[in-house]
């Protein structure tokens, strides 16, 4: 089972920019299809982007379309989430998500606080 950890998280004020970045560890990296999901307090978590194995397909929520930006890097075991423009509801713990098959593994979480 693939290990994840997620990095980059922090406090950027409102139309700032943040770069997540989230390690696997394995040689199995490229057989996972990677994603992205968020949880903001008192909220349920919340589907942010996904990327096929080969990164050659991506697709987003609706509220974070052109704004978010999924890719990985299978060489070195990463993936990456740019979100530019950041907004004050995007504040919320960044989870990586690797599934393969029926099983699936999530990372620790990052914090993203956005601020006016």
């Known amino acids: 089972q693939v290990q994840l950890v997620e990095s980059g998280g922090g406090l950027s004020q409102a139309g700032g920019s943040l770069r997540l970045s989230c390690a696997a560890s394995?040689?199995?990296?490229?057989?996972?299809?990677m994603g992205w999901f968020r949880q903001a307090p008192g909220r349920e978590r919340e589907f942010v982007a996904a990327?096929?194995?080969?990164?050659?397909?991506?697709v987003y929520a609706d509220s974070v379309k052109g704004r978010f930006t999924i890719s990985r890097d299978n060489a070195k075991n990463m993936m990456y989430l740019q979100m530019n423009s950041l907004k004050l509801d995007d504040t919320g713990v960044y989870y990586c998500?690797?599934?393969?098959?029926?099983?699936?593994?999530w990372g620790q979480g990052t914090q993203v606080t956005v601020s006016s």
């Open positions: 990327i096929t194995r080969a990164g050659d397909n991506t």
């Open positions: 394995g040689r199995t990296f490229s057989s996972y299809q």
């Open positions: 998500n690797a599934v393969r098959g029926s099983r699936g593994s």
